[in-house]
């Protein structure tokens, strides 16, 4: 086969470009989340997308030429991708539940933290990226860039093949753990566009991992003389890699666009409310304009203004009124949350109500609806208020008040 992969030199920078693109998405969500798996993502990602540029045939014997090693662009092909899998592996492991040693049969697995993660990934992947240094360093290869055909080439050289063979294994067991663990978690996960975003990652692992299969394949029949499927590693395998890093990068960028734009809709949904709360109280808005690139910022700090205008409320807040939603809610077999929600919204509603007429309740709540909200289920309570406030519910709760 020709060496000049023209058509290959296209896909890679495609596929390179794309997860280019990923790994600055990912780290720009991690510098404002700081959540470790995205910074996984983004290191893997980037990791990727090097192999990929690395091994456009173009770059690839640029680099051989420039550094006078023949063929070194593999060995900086298979360390990146090495450290890619061993950044995947960490995220199979961080999203598997498993049961400690010690723990009473009937409770729930815990989830492993990162720390854990690391220390069972960095040791092994850190050592078979040492051993494939090694043994690339002392194959002695001949002069020649052999960008799409190295597997084949010098599969009969016993170095080589140690070098192939350990990076394979560090490629498979990273991608097939990792489809392993979609598979499981598809079974727990209801959201729906989670679970979108989880199978395409799965379908993307198994793609990728189709060129692990296709390599050793072609590597096999070359340790044995036969050059036959030498097909599956210069076009099956990098096909296969290439569909499914892309269909990987949408499975791990789908999951955070959709979070993104649900925060984008739970500020606007919280306007609403911090526009009618903050009038008992202006004081305690805090005057800077809201950034695109800053919702979650935005969104809760728009809560604490809200609960600071609930409490500047309170005095104006009916007890009754909280008491007809407690009875109306109860009597549509509402759920918990349902039920704070209404509540909140019909003392809201009911206080400002109170507030402009200048006539206080006789009986002032004791203690608002929703206030003891734990703080990771806040913002998803004030914005079931926000889309609560103008409910011909709680329009029906006031006039019962009223009574």
Known sequence: MSEGGGLHTVGYFTVGA????????????????????????????LAVGTGFIAAAPAVYR??????????????????????CCGCILTLALLWSPRR?????????????????????VAPYYGAATAVMVGLFLSADLPPGEKPLTFDTAFADRPVVLAFLMVYQAAYGWAIWSMVYVCHRRLKDIPDPVLRVSLRRLAIGCVCVGGYGVCKVLAVSGAVLGSHALDVLSTDAGPALSSIGGVIMATGWAGAALRA?????????????????????????????????????????????????????????????????????????GLEAPERDALAAAAGIK?????????????????RLPGIDVPPQAERRHLVAVARRLDSPLVDRILAEARK
């Open 100 to 120: 400690s040693a010690g723990a009473e049969v009937g409770r729930p697995p815990t989830e492993t933290g990162m720390r854990d993660a690391l220390g069972r």
């Open 350 to 366: 009911g206080a400002l109500e109170a507030l402009r007429s200048g006539r206080p309740p006789l009986r002032p709540c004791a």
């Open 18 to 45: 794309v997860t280019y693109g990923l790994a600055a998405y990912k780290a720009r969500a991690w510098a404002a989340e700081r959540i470790p798996s995205l910074l996984l993502m983004a290191i893997g990602a």
């Open 260 to 332: 993104r734009r649900q925060r984008r809709r739970d500020f606007l949904a919280l306007e609403t409310l911090w526009t009618t709360v903050t009038q008992a109280d202006p004081g305690v808005v805090l005057h800077s304009p809201p950034s695109g690139a800053a919702w979650d910022f935005h969104t809760l700090r728009r809560a604490h203004e809200i609960r600071d205008g609930q409490l500047a409320l309170r005095p104006w807040t009916s007890q009754t009124v909280v008491d007809a939603a407690r009875r109306l809610t109860d009597d549509h």
């Open 62 to 83: 640029w680099i051989g030429e420039t550094a006078g090693v023949s063929n070194l662009a593999t060995l900086v092909v298979y360390t990146a991708v090495t450290v």
